[in-house]
C-alpha cells in the first residue's frame, strides 16, 4: 500500500513540476530547445523538435530513481518514485503530443468539458510564439476560464 501510494504521490507531485519545468526553464533559460515547439506547423520542418529532448531529460531522475531504489534497500521508495515519474511521463506523452498535438494520430478529439479545457489552456499557452507572456503552463491541471 505504501508503495502505490509513493507512485500516486509522485504522479501529482509530477504536474506542478512539470508547471515549473515549463514555465521557468523552458521558458527560461533552455528556450533555446524550447521554441521551436511553439511555431506554427507550416515552418516546422521534419517530425522531431529540440523541445523533444525535455523527455531525456526527465527520464534521468527516473532512470536514477530506480537504480538507487533497486541497490540500496534503505532508499525502496525511490524505486516507486521511479515508476510515478514515468507514469507521468506517459500521461504527458500521451496527452500532449497525442491528442492535442496529434503528432501520432491515435485519438480523435474527445467531446467533454475536461478534456475541451485541456485543448483550450494549451492553445492560449501556444498563441505566443515568445518565451514571454504565456500563460497555462500545467498540463493536467487548468484554470477554470478554460471550461466556460
Known sequence: MLAFLTIVCTVLVMEF?????????????LWSWHSDHHLPKFEKVGFFEKN????LVFAIP???????????????F???VGIGIS???AIYFLIHD???????????QLDNKYS???????????KKHTKEDCESFGLLVVGLKFFR
Open 98 to 108: 497525442v491528442y492535442i498535438h496529434q503528432r501520432f494520430k491515435w485519438f480523435k
Open 62 to 76: 527516473s532512470m536514477f530513481c530506480y537504480i538507487f531504489g533497486s541497490v540500496y534497500p534503505d532508499f525502496w
Open 17 to 29: 513540476v512539470a508547471w515549473f519545468a515549463h514555465k521557468y526553464v523552458m521558458h527560461g533559460w
Open 52 to 55: 523533444d529532448l525535455f523527455f
Open 87 to 89: 507514469i507521468y511521463g
Open 78 to 80: 525511490l524505486f516507486y
Open 116 to 126: 475541451k479545457a485541456i485543448l483550450r489552456a494549451h492553445g492560449a499557452h501556444h
